[in-house]
């Protein structure tokens, strides 16, 4: 079946741009994650979303960094005002409900963000 | 702080010899246990957990990993390296009280590079 997608895959905006990063989650998975994967780091956690509860936004580094999943289906990460230590790998998993006894997460490509 | 640590920026191994990629973990309680491969370009793929149970666990394309509660370690093991296993590696954590999702901590990777 389909897996994770997401757009664009490379983005390049210049300093204080906004900029927008979509995510389409495998059909019927609940949760779904945001992630920053920086060079050579591991990525890490931004936001969580449960349906279109947005249940943790712990990891946004500033207050410029938004997200929402308005129908529980696509999410919408979207950065105001970049700046260039917004440089990064934007990833997005999605993964079945806690009670399901499944614990992975699935990934998708990832959106290549650099800021000039 | 919770944390990850892949102590290994780079493990070299010729092909037909045994890899191990190192991941040690502080985390509070005992942890569900991940490794995610990740190749260029490509998001992270779900290589294996340790959720409960027996400490060896098997996942996909042959890999194995083994968990040591006193020492807070989760190696990746593979009894005979391919040149098509080169790539990135995460091992990642999740805080088995984490308010019921699958919030995961990654460490920095390691990357393997597979030697003809």
């Known amino acids: 079946g389909a897996g994770v997608s997401q757009s664009p895959r490379y983005k390049v905006a210049k300093r204080g741009q906004d900029v927008a990063l979509r995510c389409d989650p495998i059909?019927?998975?609940?949760?779904l994650f945001w992630y920053q994967q920086a060079l050579g780091q591991g990525p890490e956690f931004l936001t969580y979303?449960?349906?279109?509860?947005?249940?943790?936004k712990s990891g946004l580094p500033s207050d410029r960094f938004f997200a929402e999943r308005p129908e529980g289906s696509v999410s919408t990460l979207k950065i105001q005002r970049t700046q260039q230590e917004d440089s990064a790998v934007y990833l997005c998993?999605?993964?079945?409900?806690?009670?399901?006894?499944?614990?992975?997460?699935?990934f998708g490509p990832g959106t290549r963000l650099t800021v000039t | 702080a919770q944390s990850v640590a892949q102590p290994e920026d780079q493990v070299n191994v010729a092909e037909g010899n045994p890899l191990t990629v190192k991941c040690t973990y502080s985390?509070?309680?005992?942890?569900?246990l991940f490794w995610y491969v990740q190749y260029p370009n490509r998001g992270l793929q779900f290589l294996l957990k340790?959720?409960?149970?027996?400490?060896l666990v098997k996942g996909s394309y042959g890999f194995e990993a083994e968990f040591n509660k006193s020492q807070t370690s989760f190696h990746l093991k593979k009894p005979s390296a391919l040149v098509s296993d080169s790539a990135l590696y995460f091992c990642?954590?999740?805080?088995?009280?984490?308010?019921?999702?699958?919030?995961?901590?990654f460490g920095a990777g390691t990357r393997l590079a597979v030697h003809p």
């Open positions: 998993a999605s993964s079945p409900p806690p009670s399901s006894g499944t614990y992975e997460q699935y």
């Open positions: 059909s019927g998975h609940v949760s």
């Open positions: 979303f449960q349906n279109e509860a947005q249940l943790d």
């Open positions: 985390v509070s309680g005992n942890p569900y």
């Open positions: 340790y959720i409960t149970g027996d400490n």
């Open positions: 990642a954590v999740r805080p088995r009280h984490s308010g019921g999702y699958n919030k995961l901590i």
